[in-house]
T-cell receptor
Framework: KNEVEQSPQNLTAQEGEFITINCSYS?????LHWLQQHPGGGIVSLFM???GKKKHGRLIATINIQEKHSSLHITASHPRDSAVYIC?????????FGKGTRLHILP | KAGVTQTPRYLIKTRGQQVTLSCSPI?????VSWYQQTPGQGLQFLFE???????NKGNFPGRFSGRQFSNSRSEMNVSTLELGDSALYLC????????????????FGAGSRLTVL
């Protein structure tokens, strides 16, 4: 069983829709990261969470440590949000990555 | 301030050769970590350096090595290249404790895309 699972793998939505991407994991972590990767390959760190909820502009990230689950929400989605979103777990001696969610926002 | 700089951005090598990639972190960042990204395996952790010491290493063969200099710049080397080493190699820098402790946000470079023929 993979230590980290993301869902959905692919998501296409219309501009303006509310988007939710999920990350479930099965190991103890010190933190969880949400990353955004655009087609050119560059990765941007969106959030680092160890508890609770964080908000930055239209992006909201939550984590439930007891349920080992995190969600990334995008409100009022826009075509420029089209990217791959990756969940990453910081463990004691390594960092492991989800397979990513490919998001496509249609204008 | 300048971001994380990786050089070269693109390179082509043949099997059996070796390659050295460079990563200059954000000024003041002391931790540099390296990652390999392939279509099949996704992102995988290679190693992390802090103050010139390798602190953690991923599950890669000994052909993959790295080092960090006193100015925090880091290099990674892959010897005896194989076709499967074709990938995007990314580095990231962070303040202080580094990514393993989860204490710091990562800032990624644009990557070095290696093609092995």
């Amino acid at each position: 069983k993979n230590e980290v699972e993301q869902s959905p793998q692919n998501l296409t939505a219309q501009e303006g829709e509310f988007i939710t991407i999920n990350c479930s994991y099965s190991v103890g972590i010190s933190a969880l990261h949400w990353l955004q990767q655009h087609p050119g390959g560059g990765i941007v760190s969106l959030f680092m969470l160890s508890s609770g909820k964080k908000k930055h502009g239209r992006l909201i990230a939550t984590i439930n440590i007891q349920e080992k689950h995190s969600s990334l929400h995008i409100t009022a989605s826009h075509p420029r949000d089209s990217a791959v979103y990756i969940c990453a777990l910081s463990l004691d001696d390594k960092i492991i990555f989800g397979k990513g969610t490919r998001l496509h926002i249609l204008p | 301030k300048a971001g994380v700089t990786q050089t070269p951005r693109y390179l082509i090598k043949t099997r059996g050769q070796q390659v050295t990639l460079s990563c200059s972190p954000i000024s003041g960042h002391r931790s540099v970590s390296w990652y390999q990204q392939t279509p099949g395996q996704g992102l995988q952790f290679l190693f992390e350096y802090f103050s010139e010491t390798q602190r953690n290493k991923g599950n890669f063969p000994g052909r993959f090595s790295g080092r960090q200099f006193s100015n925090s710049r880091s290099e990674m080397n892959v010897s005896t290249l194989e076709l499967g080493d074709s990938a995007l190699y990314l580095c990231a820098s962070s303040l202080g404790g580094g990514i393993i402790s989860g204490a710091n946000v990562l800032t990624f470079g644009a990557g070095s895309r290696l093609t092995v023929l």
